[in-house]
Each structure stands twice: as structure tokens, then as C-alpha cells.
């Protein structure tokens, strides 16, 4: 049986997905004047970023639908994440220009990630068990 939080979860994890989409590709297509605002924006990051925010819809989804298969896409979404944050430590030790708050912002959605994979794949394995 699932609990309002789980459901309040799911639908955070959607929303969180669908904004991740809708600001990347604004600044990736250059809408609203994104990019001028944006800074110092480092493009594989907003690439990184937009692939996450795929894979939260697809993550969310399956949370509100209560499919176990939401552990895949945060799993992957958190080594592309983890990857991303030790690309970024390169390109800041090669002297290439950056914002400091994109160090915080992927600090962030590391630690939100992780922490959505490690809750869901404790409530399905918790699940699992009582069915065995």
C-alpha cells in the first residue's frame, strides 16, 4: 500500500523532471534570452541536465504508477550526474570559465538523486519481501 508521501514524492520527482527539461532546452535553444541570463553556462552540463530531467519524468512516473523499475533511470541519471560533477572539476582546473552556483546546483540534484534511488529501492525491496 502506498502512502501519500510516496504519491507527494512521485509527483515532485515529475515536476522537478518536466522544469529540468523546460529550463536545459531554453538555454540549449536559446529561448527567452536563457543563455545571456545564464552566464558562464557549461554546455555538457545543461546536456547532463537535460538527460536527467528525461529520466526524472520517466522516474516519476513509474513512482506514481509504483513500477520498481523507477530504481533504473535514477541509477543511471545519478552516474551520469556523478560524471558530470568530475567533468566539471576538470574544467575548472583547466582554468575554463564557469558559475560557481552551477557547482551548488549539481551538488543539489547529486544528493536529491541519490536520495530518491536509495528511498525507492528500499520501499520496493521492503515490498518484495513481504511478497516472498
Excluded at 527539461?21 to 536559446?30: G, P, Q, R
Excluded at 543511471?76 to 582554468?95: P, R
Excluded at 525491496?125 to 516472498?132: E, H, I, P, Y
Amino acid at each position: 500500500m502506498r502512502t501519500k508521501i510516496e504519491k507527494l514524492a512521485g509527483i515532485f520527482l515529475l515536476i522537478f523532471g518536466l522544469i529540468t527539461v523546460f529550463m536545459t532546452s531554453s538555454i540549449i535553444l536559446d529561448l527567452f534570452g536563457m543563455r545571456e541570463r545564464e552566464g558562464n553556462y557549461v554546455l555538457f552540463v545543461i546536456w547532463a541536465n537535460f538527460a536527467c530531467g528525461i529520466l526524472y519524468i520517466v522516474a516519476g512516473v513509474c513512482f506514481l504508477l509504483n513500477k520498481s523499475f523507477v530504481t533504473f533511470p535514477l541509477a543511471v541519471a545519478s552516474i551520469i550526474l556523478l560524471i558530470t560533477m568530475a567533468e566539471m572539476f576538470y574544467h575548472i582546473k583547466q582554468g575554463l570559465p564557469y558559475e560557481n552556483k552551477t557547482i551548488g546546483a549539481l551538488t543539489f540534484r547529486i544528493v536529491i538523486t541519490i536520495s530518491y534511488l536509495l528511498w525507492s529501492m528500499k520501499i520496493f525491496k521492503l515490498r518484495k519481501s513481504k511478497f516472498d
